[in-house]
């Protein structure tokens, strides 16, 4: 008896169905890393910081959110597929309290960029940026599906 597998639209659709729902539920534990804000832990920030440029200020600011979500930051090499990345911009005014964060580009999992944000609100206030006034910088947010995260600016790599 000669026997072969019949590939119906039905068939078709069923196994695509099937595929899909296994790829949504083994999402869903990463999800939940990223349904409320870890609180920040209160330091004693820096007073002022010596930066006179964006990019002086972005490690300044990168030190003080690695302060305040110290538990959060992933020790090591990053992984080398990330949950998500986002490019945040963050404006800080002239005492270091947090003015503005716009997503400039929103990760792939469309979590995350609510999480970060809700994140460098709550780290505030910043280094003043005294030699500045004000200062706008952006960073980049590599995440792991942990919940834990690494800045661009002290990043340790990836593997």
């Known amino acids: 008896m000669n026997t072969h597998l019949v590939s119906t639209p039905r068939a078709r659709f069923t ?19 990223f349904k409320s804000v870890p609180p920040a832990q209160k330091t004693k920030a820096t007073v002022v910081s010596s930066a ?11 030190r003080h959110l690695y302060k305040a979500y110290a ?10 597929l990330l949950y998500g990345i986002a ?4 404006e800080i005014g002239s005492r270091g309290e947090v003015q503005n964060v ?23 206030p910043f280094p003043a940026p005294t030699k500045m006034g004000s200062v706008r910088y952006t960073e980049i947010w ?3 599906k942990s919940g834990r995260f690494q800045l661009d600016t002290l990043t340790e790599g990836q593997r």
Do not use: C
Not at 71 to 80: F, Q, R, S, T, V
């Open 71 to 80: 538990k959060h930051i992933h020790k090591g090499k990053m992984p080398p």
């Open 87 to 90: 490019i945040i911009e963050t």
């Open 52 to 62: 006179t440029n964006d990019k002086e200020y972005r490690r300044d600011g990168a």
């Open 102 to 124: 716009r997503v400039v580009r929103q990760p792939a999992a469309a979590e995350v960029a609510p999480w970060a944000v809700q994140m460098i609100k709550a780290a505030g």
């Open 15 to 33: 196994g695509l169905a099937a595929l899909a729902l296994a790829a949504a539920l083994s999402a869903a534990p990463a999800f939940a890393q």
């Open 142 to 144: 590599l995440v792991d």
